[in-house]
């Protein structure tokens, strides 16, 4: 129903200030651009010029304790009431439970939206690396659809994995071309074709697989343009690739919530700088933890993290060297029996280092 102030009319005229009194069960069945038409002679197709915003950088958010689900999820509801270009949908996790995958504009997007909800909404949460949907095809013939890295079938039941691609356009200035160019081709991205519009700016098509993107693919766009390169995508199909899984291990126990699916070509090479990564943010123990990176039962990355070490023998002066191998015997001990019923936790940047390890 329209009511303008003060009048009392069914239709609004140009420069007019309305207001529409209707009944949602969800704030996200309307969007910014959406068409609002009569239920007795309602249009055939929405007005042109308007487009849903698209995110480009892709997040798990899980609360700490799985009693605050329910809150996390009335926080987002009611965070996407002013920010219409946060999007989330549920997701489980088998180590976290359940959370919500959420798509951002960038990064620094992903930081803000995260602060609020802890901070506005009093949450705890535990944010974890993106992922895409995968088909994955096993040697029974049935064709999966792979959402969670730790649902991922056994390496001898897959028959072929499929992934997802997305035709990528770029606008940027012709100065950053080589340097874009190079990026894409990183991220294993194929060019489609490359138009100038002017001297000075030109659009670069290119087929990139989503996996690539939805990473930091946004932020080292904007830093290698300086802010003056946009982009735009929509997906296009799905493609066989040679992918596998990538496990972090924790002193020899898997943390799911790290685990990524990346290609083989490059998994060797993630894996190394993202132990490196966790090995700079994982806070030391009074014994030494190991950081590892696998590929099934292969060990393709190692780190570790040193132990504190307390100087048992400083209140020796002297004496019979008997003594002092006696401490240290006794403190090896302690710290051998300490790391068998240890308990290594995990930050929360260390859950962030998977978006911005360097390639």
């Given at each position: ?11 609004l005229?140009a ?9 949602m ?5 309307v969007?910014v651009?959406?068409t609002?038409?009569?239920?007795k002679?309602s249009?055939?197709?929405p007005?042109?010029?308007?487009q849903?915003?698209?995110p480009?950088?892709f997040s798990?958010i899980?609360?700490?304790e799985?009693?605050?689900?329910e809150?996390?999820?009335v926080?987002l ?7 219409s270009?946060?999007a989330w ?6 180590a976290?439970g359940?959370?919500f995958r ?7 997007h992903m ?5 609020r909800?802890e901070?506005e909404?009093n ?6 690396a993106p ?5 994955v ?7 999966e659809?792979?959402e969670n ?10 028959l072929k994995?499929?992934?997802p691609?997305?035709k990528?356009?770029?606008?940027t200035?012709t ?8 990026l894409c ?6 060019q489609?074709?490359?138009?100038y ?5 030109v659009?670069?098509e290119?087929?990139l697989?989503?996996?690539e993107m939805?990473m930091?693919?946004?932020d080292?766009l904007?830093?290698?343009?300086k ?6 995508y929509e997906?296009?199909?799905?493609a066989?690739a040679?992918?596998?899984k ?5 002193n020899g126990?898997p943390?799911d ?6 290609h083989r070509?490059?998994?060797?090479h993630?894996?190394r ?7 700079e943010l994982?806070p030391r123990q009074?014994y ?7 590929i ?12 504190l ?11 019979d ?6 401490l240290?015997?006794k403190?090896k001990?302690g710290?051998?029996?300490m790391k068998s019923?240890?308990h290594?936790e995990?930050?929360q940047e260390?859950?962030l280092?998977?978006?911005?390890v360097?390639?």
């Amino acid at each position: 129903m329209f009511a303008p102030f003060g009048q009392n009319l069914e239709q609004l005229d140009a420069g007019e200030v309305g207001f529409i009194i209707c009944g949602m069960k969800d704030i996200r069945d309307v969007k910014v651009g959406d068409t609002i038409t009569s239920a007795k002679k309602s249009a055939t197709e929405p007005l042109p010029g308007f487009q849903k915003i698209k995110p480009m950088v892709f997040s798990g958010i899980f609360p700490v304790e799985a009693q605050e689900f329910e809150d996390l999820k009335v926080a987002l509801e009611k965070l996407a009431l002013n920010d219409s270009s946060l999007a989330w949908e549920q997701e489980t996790s088998a180590a976290l439970g359940f959370g919500f995958r959420c798509g951002f504009l960038g990064l620094l997007h992903m930081e803000i939206v995260r602060e609020r909800l802890e901070r506005e909404f009093n949450l705890n949460l535990i944010t974890t690396a993106p992922t895409v949907v995968y088909k994955v095809t096993t040697t029974d013939g049935v064709m999966e659809e792979l959402e969670n890295p730790a649902d991922m079938p056994e390496v001898t039941k897959i028959l072929k994995m499929e992934e997802p691609y997305v035709k990528l356009a770029l606008h940027t200035p012709t100065d950053y071309i080589g340097a874009l160019l190079k990026l894409c081709e990183d991220r294993r991205g194929t060019q489609i074709k490359m138009e100038y519009i002017t001297e000075s700016k030109v659009i670069i098509e290119y087929r990139l697989p989503l996996n690539e993107m939805v990473m930091d693919f946004y932020d080292k766009l904007k830093s290698i343009s300086k802010g003056y390169a946009s982009m735009e995508y929509e997906l296009m199909d799905f493609a066989e690739a040679d992918l596998v899984k990538l496990d972090i291990l924790i002193n020899g126990e898997p943390v799911d919530a790290l685990s990524i699916i990346a290609h083989r070509s490059k998994v060797v090479h993630r894996g190394r700088a993202l132990t490196s990564k966790l090995k700079e943010l994982i806070p030391r123990q009074q014994y030494q933890v190991a950081i590892q990176a696998a590929i099934g039962a292969k060990i393709v990355a190692r780190e570790t993290l040193g132990a504190l070490r307390k100087d048992v023998t400083a209140k020796c002066y002297g004496g019979d060297i008997s003594r002092k191998r006696k401490l240290l015997e006794k403190q090896k001990e302690g710290k051998k029996r300490m790391k068998s019923v240890g308990h290594v936790e995990v930050p929360q940047e260390a859950f962030l280092a998977i978006l911005k390890v360097e390639d």
